[in-house]
């Protein structure tokens, strides 16, 4: 059984400061990594994806991936009370070119911005 | 914009009823999903589909059954709810040539009674 672990949270932060969420993976075998963001009583949405080691940047956002660690992270710049959410990592494996495979979501960390 | 909708936000029913959840998407994707959401347990696949007509099991599918006869359609069952069954149902889709990136419905609340 792939598992994909994330620390519960909360995990709070003040307004400005840098918010780090970390995730581990069980599966050698995953290549892509996301990570959604889910705001409360809102559906999850898609910040980013990372399939190569080291860092990828996208505005305030930069996913990090470590596969010989098995280990992803997102940290969130400039962190805004807007970013208050819970945030959920998740791995993807080898597409079976059957369109058969599946992504595993971990249960997700709350992330609070204090103002 | 790409959009998926789902026939209720929230949805009341009677033990052994039998339930159907409706998902809509309007870009033409190709894979669909059926997740239930629980606090403490996280988003769990129940089912997907690649195809028109095709589904694979996720990792809880005891309980339901699914339906997907149209590309844009993926409908969930349950035949005979249960009181476990309570749970937020979120379908979502995607396009493969988009690297995986799946798109969420806004949810149906199910209550079981």
């Known amino acids: 059984q792939k598992e994909v672990e994330q620390n519960s949270g909360p995990l709070s932060v003040p307004e400005g400061a840098i918010a780090s969420l970390n995730c581990t993976y069980s599966?050698?075998?995953?290549?892509?990594f996301f990570w959604y963001r889910q705001y409360s009583g809102k559906s999850p949405e898609l910040i980013m994806f990372?399939?190569?080691?080291g860092d990828k940047e996208d505005g305030r956002f930069t996913a990090q991936l470590n596969k010989a660690s098995q280990y992803v992270s997102l940290l969130i710049r400039d962190s805004q009370p807007s970013d208050s959410a819970t945030y959920l990592c998740?791995?993807?494996?080898?597409?079976?070119?059957?369109?058969?495979?599946?992504?595993?979501f971990g249960k997700g960390t709350k992330l609070s911005v204090i103002p | 914009d790409v959009k998926v909708t789902q026939s209720s936000r929230y949805l009341v029913k009677r033990t052994g009823e039998k339930v159907f959840l409706e998902c809509v998407q309007d870009?033409?994707?190709?894979?669909m999903f059926w997740y239930r959401q629980d606090p403490g347990l996280g988003l769990r696949l129940i089912y997907f589909?690649?195809?028109?007509?095709?589904?694979e099991k996720g990792d809880i599918p005891e309980g339901y059954s699914v339906s997907r006869e149209k590309k844009e359609r993926f409908s969930l069952i349950l035949e005979s709810a249960s009181t476990n069954q309570t749970s937020m149902y979120l379908c979502?889709?995607?396009?493969?040539?988009?690297?995986?990136?799946?798109?969420f419905g806004p949810g149906t609340r199910l209550t079981v009674l």
């Open positions: 998740a791995a993807i494996d080898a597409y079976s070119g059957a369109g058969s495979y599946q992504l595993t």
């Open positions: 599966d050698r075998g995953s290549q892509s």
């Open positions: 990372i399939y190569s080691n």
């Open positions: 870009m033409d994707h190709e894979n």
């Open positions: 589909s690649y195809d028109v007509k095709m589904k």
């Open positions: 979502a889709s995607e396009t493969r040539t988009r690297g995986n990136e799946q798109f």
